[in-house]
């Protein structure tokens, strides 16, 4: 999986970035930067890895394991896990009659970040990486796509997150933050500023004399996109310790909500795409207990995110998106865990022009098909990039191949 990992080579000397053909769209993104600015839309991606259960969570049914709870919106019943959700239920668009056709965890978390099928030969670009493309100023300090792991580990139910910004280039790859509590890794600079300065200026010195002997394409973007957030002051945007005890104490003291409040410091900051991942929602075994436990850890620092951005007036631009890469079974197995069932699970919106306080689609009693509203992948997507303006029909080129943001779908006009 293709991210941006800050290293000090990286600050030191020149690797591998920018995929082949990427400079023509850094160019038009810099001509376009007055009316980017101007949107200032941004988006948070919760990101659910492992497929968390619909039925304990969004879309109780009579054989869920444990209770449903009333919310803000007459007859919305959510999982009693989830108090503080069900609170600000009225900001919240549910969407319960989401499906896919993928129920492997690689290849349906590369379908729910990109809307395309895995396939040989390529990548495609990930949600954050269009976003970033579209949504993010050429001269910004901080990397415009953001991946913050707050909970969970790897593997098939753990902490990873899209696959990347493909034929994008590394400018628009995610920045992985892996603990919230702390900077970037390798932010400090190896050698004092002044002897880091006179390095880059010999670097691009070379790259001008003699590109072809060292250059690798774009390699000097990195660098310079690495250096100018090391130097920068608003590399502390990233220090989540200088929020009052009463912020961090209303997201909670867990990973999940640290990584919560981060991203609401980096949308603050005009960040335009942060995905906030928590893990561990493979529940093969133990479902009841285990989803009640993960559902603690989402709970306050989500509910608590829509009230803060509403707060400081900024969730009328910034999208909050819920969702995992598929729901589990009706049927609970002989381990008390729920299986893959990518045929219907829910998703939810908040923010940005989402209109709350709504239901869409509907699933049967036994929750084993969708009776009501329909949602595909490419449907969900296209509602995503009309909130925050991006245009789903734009083509890239890669090679002679054009490739649609998302390639079919339609948006999910009740949502807004």
Avoid at 55 to 75: L, N, S
Avoid at 218 to 240: C, M, N, Q, W, Y
Wanted: glycine residues 12%; hydrophobic residues 35%; aromatic residues 6%.
């Amino acid at each position: 999986m293709n991210t941006l990992q800050l290293n000090r080579r990286t600050l030191l000397t020149a690797t591998t970035v920018f995929a082949a053909g990427s400079l023509p769209w850094h160019h038009a993104l810099r001509a376009a930067a007055p009316q980017i600015a101007a949107s200032g839309k941004r988006c948070i991606l919760l990101w659910m890895q492992g497929g968390p259960s619909q039925f304990e969570t969004f879309d109780p049914k009579g054989h869920t394991e444990g209770k449903a709870i009333a919310t803000q919106v007459a007859g919305v019943r959510f999982a009693e896990s989830l108090p503080q959700l069900a609170g600000v239920s009225d900001r919240i668009c549910l969407m319960r009659s989401v499906f896919s056709r993928e129920g492997s965890h690689p290849r349906a978390q590369y379908l729910m970040h990109t809307g395309y099928a895995p396939m040989g030969g390529g990548t495609h670009p990930e949600i954050g990486a269009h976003v970033a493309w579209g949504l993010s100023s050429p001269d910004s300090e901080i990397p415009p796509n953001i991946r913050i792991q707050a909970g969970g580990g790897r593997g098939a139910g753990g902490g990873q997150g899209g696959p990347g910004a493909g034929p994008l280039g590394v400018r628009y790859e995610p920045l992985v933050v892996n603990d919230p509590a702390s900077p970037p890794a390798n932010t400090s600079l190896p050698v004092n500023e002044d002897r880091f300065q006179r390095r880059l200026r010999l670097l691009r010195a070379n790259e001008t004399l003699a590109p072809a002997a060292i250059n690798a394409p774009g390699h000097l973007a990195l660098v310079e996109t690495a250096s100018s957030l090391v130097l920068s002051p608003r590399l502390k945007t990233f220090d989540i310790s200088d929020e009052p005890s009463s912020q961090r104490e209303a997201y909670g003291t867990g990973k999940f909500g640290e990584g919560c409040l981060l991203a609401r410091r980096l949308v603050e900051a005009g960040t335009p795409f942060v995905e906030v991942v928590l893990g561990n929602w493979d529940t093969h075994e133990d479902n009841g207990n285990r989803t009640s436990v993960l559902c603690d850890e989402l709970d306050r620092p989500a509910a608590n995110l829509i009230l803060d951005l509403d707060q400081r007036g900024l969730l009328d631009s910034t999208l909050v998106v819920w969702m995992g890469e598929f729901g589990r079974s009706p049927k609970v197995n002989g381990r008390g865990g729920r299986d893959h069932f990518p045929r219907a699970f829910s998703v939810w919106m908040a923010g940005c022009g989402v209109r709350g306080g709504q239901v869409i689609g509907k699933t049967s009693d036994d929750g084993s098909e969708i009776i009501d509203r329909p949602i595909a992948v490419n449907d969900l997507l296209r509602t995503i990039y009309r909130a925050l303006g991006i245009d789903a029909n734009r083509e890239l080129h890669v090679g002679t191949r054009p490739l649609k943001v998302a390639d079919t779908g339609t948006a999910v006009d009740e949502v807004f």
